[in-house]
Protein backbone atom coordinates (compact mmCIF):
# COMPACT_ATOMS: atom_id res chain seq x y z
CA UNK A 1 0.00 0.00 0.00
CA UNK A 2 1.63 3.11 -0.67
CA UNK A 3 1.88 5.97 1.43
CA UNK A 4 1.23 9.59 0.50
CA UNK A 5 2.84 11.82 -1.60
CA UNK A 6 4.91 14.60 0.67
CA UNK A 7 7.27 17.28 -0.87
CA UNK A 8 9.88 18.75 1.47
CA UNK A 9 11.47 21.75 -0.41
CA UNK A 10 14.74 22.37 0.96
CA UNK A 11 16.08 25.62 2.50
CA UNK A 12 20.27 25.21 1.20
CA UNK A 13 19.22 25.93 -1.70
CA UNK A 14 16.65 29.07 -1.19
CA UNK A 15 17.68 32.82 -1.16
CA UNK A 16 18.80 33.68 2.22
CA UNK A 17 18.39 37.47 1.74
CA UNK A 18 14.77 36.31 1.32
CA UNK A 19 13.85 34.01 3.93
CA UNK A 20 10.77 35.35 4.80
CA UNK A 21 9.41 35.68 0.80
CA UNK A 22 11.11 32.33 0.15
CA UNK A 23 8.85 30.42 2.82
CA UNK A 24 5.73 31.93 1.60
CA UNK A 25 6.44 31.04 -1.99
CA UNK A 26 6.84 27.04 -1.16
CA UNK A 27 3.50 28.06 1.54
CA UNK A 28 1.40 29.05 -1.46
CA UNK A 29 3.05 26.03 -3.78
CA UNK A 30 1.08 23.79 -0.74
CA UNK A 31 4.41 21.54 0.53
CA UNK A 32 4.25 19.09 2.93
CA UNK A 33 6.83 19.89 4.94
CA UNK A 34 10.20 22.64 5.05
CA UNK A 35 13.61 20.10 5.04
CA UNK A 36 16.36 22.06 7.12
CA UNK A 37 19.84 20.81 6.77
CA UNK A 38 21.80 20.95 9.69
CA UNK A 39 25.63 20.59 8.72
CA UNK A 40 28.58 20.95 11.15
CA UNK A 41 31.65 20.83 9.13
CA UNK A 42 32.69 17.89 10.60
CA UNK A 43 30.12 14.72 9.71
CA UNK A 44 30.25 16.49 6.03
CA UNK A 45 32.54 19.17 4.98
CA UNK A 46 30.20 21.58 5.04
CA UNK A 47 28.58 24.33 7.30
CA UNK A 48 25.02 25.44 7.37
CA UNK A 49 22.24 26.59 9.86
CA UNK A 50 22.22 26.42 13.51
CA UNK A 51 18.95 26.40 16.06
CA UNK A 52 18.44 29.77 15.88
CA UNK A 53 17.29 29.35 11.61
CA UNK A 54 15.38 26.58 12.43
CA UNK A 55 13.61 28.73 15.49
CA UNK A 56 13.35 31.48 12.74
CA UNK A 57 11.32 29.36 10.68
CA UNK A 58 9.16 28.39 13.59
CA UNK A 59 8.12 31.80 13.66
CA UNK A 60 7.09 32.51 10.38
CA UNK A 61 5.27 29.65 8.73
CA UNK A 62 2.87 26.66 10.23
CA UNK A 63 4.22 23.81 7.97
CA UNK A 64 5.74 21.21 9.57
CA UNK A 65 9.85 21.29 9.85
CA UNK A 66 11.71 18.28 8.72
CA UNK A 67 14.98 19.39 10.47
CA UNK A 68 17.99 16.71 8.69
CA UNK A 69 21.21 16.86 11.34
CA UNK A 70 24.38 16.11 9.19
CA UNK A 71 26.19 16.71 12.61
CA UNK A 72 28.95 14.27 14.41
CA UNK A 73 27.23 14.28 17.98
CA UNK A 74 23.40 14.50 17.33
CA UNK A 75 22.84 12.98 20.86
CA UNK A 76 24.48 16.30 21.78
CA UNK A 77 22.03 18.37 20.26
CA UNK A 78 19.45 16.86 19.62
CA UNK A 79 17.11 18.60 21.96
CA UNK A 80 18.27 22.11 21.27
CA UNK A 81 17.00 21.74 17.93
CA UNK A 82 13.56 19.90 18.84
CA UNK A 83 13.06 22.89 21.38
CA UNK A 84 13.90 25.36 18.06
CA UNK A 85 11.22 23.61 17.08
CA UNK A 86 11.31 20.77 15.10
CA UNK A 87 9.07 18.67 14.27
CA UNK A 88 10.78 15.83 12.73
CA UNK A 89 14.10 15.58 13.68
CA UNK A 90 16.30 12.84 11.61
CA UNK A 91 20.16 11.64 12.94
CA UNK A 92 22.32 9.63 10.76
CA UNK A 93 23.06 6.13 11.56
CA UNK A 94 27.18 6.60 10.55
CA UNK A 95 27.25 9.31 12.91
CA UNK A 96 29.67 8.91 16.48
CA UNK A 97 26.60 8.54 18.91
CA UNK A 98 24.47 5.70 20.37
CA UNK A 99 21.74 5.75 17.75
CA UNK A 100 18.61 3.61 19.66
CA UNK A 101 19.53 6.30 22.74
CA UNK A 102 19.50 9.11 20.37
CA UNK A 103 16.20 7.96 18.52
CA UNK A 104 14.75 7.51 22.28
CA UNK A 105 15.31 10.96 23.49
CA UNK A 106 13.76 12.80 20.33
CA UNK A 107 10.55 10.79 21.09
CA UNK A 108 10.58 11.45 24.70
CA UNK A 109 10.50 14.69 23.76
CA UNK A 110 7.40 14.51 21.39
CA UNK A 111 9.32 14.95 18.25
CA UNK A 112 8.91 12.40 15.35
CA UNK A 113 12.31 10.82 14.53
CA UNK A 114 14.14 9.68 11.53
CA UNK A 115 16.68 7.66 11.00
CA UNK A 116 19.33 8.58 7.83
CA UNK A 117 21.65 6.37 5.65
CA UNK A 118 24.35 7.70 3.46
CA UNK A 119 24.47 6.03 -0.01
CA UNK A 120 27.23 3.70 0.94
CA UNK A 121 25.59 2.86 3.70
CA UNK A 122 24.42 -1.08 3.39
CA UNK A 123 20.80 -1.47 4.00
CA UNK A 124 21.75 -4.10 6.48
CA UNK A 125 23.03 -2.26 8.68
CA UNK A 126 20.14 -0.37 10.35
CA UNK A 127 18.56 -3.56 11.43
CA UNK A 128 15.85 -3.49 14.42
CA UNK A 129 16.28 0.36 14.82
CA UNK A 130 13.94 0.87 11.93
CA UNK A 131 11.25 -0.54 14.81
CA UNK A 132 11.86 2.66 16.32
CA UNK A 133 11.31 5.45 13.72
CA UNK A 134 8.66 7.21 12.14
CA UNK A 135 11.00 7.99 8.81
CA UNK A 136 13.60 6.47 6.93
CA UNK A 137 15.98 8.81 5.04
CA UNK A 138 17.86 7.16 1.86
CA UNK A 139 20.40 10.10 0.80
CA UNK A 140 20.74 9.93 -2.96
CA UNK A 141 23.77 11.76 -3.05
CA UNK A 142 26.64 12.29 -0.53
CA UNK A 143 25.65 14.52 1.96
CA UNK A 144 27.08 18.11 2.57
CA UNK A 145 26.70 19.85 -1.10
CA UNK A 146 23.77 20.88 -2.37
CA UNK A 147 23.19 20.27 -6.75
CA UNK A 148 24.95 16.70 -6.77
CA UNK A 149 23.81 14.17 -9.16
CA UNK A 150 21.31 11.56 -8.11
CA UNK A 151 22.47 8.48 -7.15
CA UNK A 152 20.60 5.72 -8.91
CA UNK A 153 21.98 2.23 -6.84
CA UNK A 154 20.14 4.22 -4.05
CA UNK A 155 16.68 2.74 -5.64
CA UNK A 156 17.44 -0.86 -4.57
CA UNK A 157 18.00 0.80 -1.03
CA UNK A 158 14.42 2.26 -1.16
CA UNK A 159 13.05 -1.24 -2.16
CA UNK A 160 14.78 -3.04 0.56
CA UNK A 161 13.01 -0.77 2.98
CA UNK A 162 9.56 -1.30 1.37
CA UNK A 163 10.20 -5.06 2.00
CA UNK A 164 11.23 -4.73 5.58
CA UNK A 165 8.52 -1.99 5.98
CA UNK A 166 5.72 -5.11 4.62
CA UNK A 167 7.59 -7.61 6.76
CA UNK A 168 7.30 -6.15 9.63
CA UNK A 169 4.25 -4.81 9.44
CA UNK A 170 5.99 -1.06 10.23
CA UNK A 171 5.08 2.52 8.94
CA UNK A 172 7.81 4.50 8.67
CA UNK A 173 7.56 6.52 5.62
CA UNK A 174 10.67 6.87 3.21
CA UNK A 175 12.45 9.85 2.24
CA UNK A 176 14.65 11.12 -0.12
CA UNK A 177 16.83 13.80 -0.62
CA UNK A 178 19.47 14.85 -3.33
CA UNK A 179 18.86 15.17 -7.12
CA UNK A 180 15.81 15.02 -6.88
CA UNK A 181 14.30 16.30 -10.31
CA UNK A 182 10.95 15.69 -12.60
CA UNK A 183 13.21 13.27 -14.20
CA UNK A 184 13.92 11.19 -10.64
CA UNK A 185 10.90 11.77 -8.81
CA UNK A 186 9.21 9.16 -10.78
CA UNK A 187 12.04 6.03 -10.43
CA UNK A 188 12.03 7.28 -6.44
CA UNK A 189 8.35 6.67 -6.18
CA UNK A 190 8.28 3.75 -8.05
CA UNK A 191 11.24 2.10 -5.59
CA UNK A 192 8.90 3.44 -2.97
CA UNK A 193 9.89 6.58 -2.04
CA UNK A 194 6.94 8.50 -0.30
CA UNK A 195 8.96 12.02 0.93
CA UNK A 196 10.53 13.59 -1.83
CA UNK A 197 13.03 16.34 -0.92
CA UNK A 198 14.12 18.82 -3.44
CA UNK A 199 16.09 22.07 -3.63
CA UNK A 200 16.85 23.79 -6.98
CA UNK A 201 13.94 21.86 -8.12
CA UNK A 202 11.30 24.19 -5.98
CA UNK A 203 13.52 27.29 -5.16
CA UNK A 204 15.52 27.50 -8.15
CA UNK A 205 12.51 28.18 -10.49
CA UNK A 206 10.72 31.53 -10.88
CA UNK A 207 7.19 29.62 -10.01
CA UNK A 208 7.75 27.18 -6.84
CA UNK A 209 3.97 26.62 -7.49
CA UNK A 210 4.57 25.73 -10.68
CA UNK A 211 7.09 23.21 -10.04
CA UNK A 212 5.78 21.77 -6.95
CA UNK A 213 2.64 20.91 -9.23
CA UNK A 214 4.51 19.17 -11.87
CA UNK A 215 6.52 17.29 -9.12
CA UNK A 216 3.66 15.94 -8.06
CA UNK A 217 2.20 15.06 -11.59
CA UNK A 218 5.26 12.78 -11.91
CA UNK A 219 4.94 11.28 -9.09
CA UNK A 220 0.89 10.26 -10.08
CA UNK A 221 1.85 9.38 -13.19
CA UNK A 222 4.03 6.47 -11.27
CA UNK A 223 1.74 5.91 -8.87
CA UNK A 224 -1.09 5.31 -11.19
CA UNK A 225 0.91 3.03 -13.34
CA UNK A 226 1.65 0.79 -10.30
Keep these: ??????????????????????????????????????????????????????????????VPLDVHLMIQQPDRYARTF?????????????????????????????????????????????GSILKKIDLLLCMTVNPGFGGQPFIVEVLDKIRQAVAYREQHGLDFDIE???????DTIGPSVAAGANVIVAGTSIFGKADATAAVKELRARAAEVSAGG
Design 82 to 126: IEAGADILTVHLEAYHDVRRTLEIIRGMGCKCGLSINPMTLFQNC
Design 176 to 182: VDGGLTT
Design 1 to 62: MKKPLKIAPSMLACNLAQIENEVRRVEAAGVDYIHVDIMDGHFVPNLSFGPEFVATLKRITK
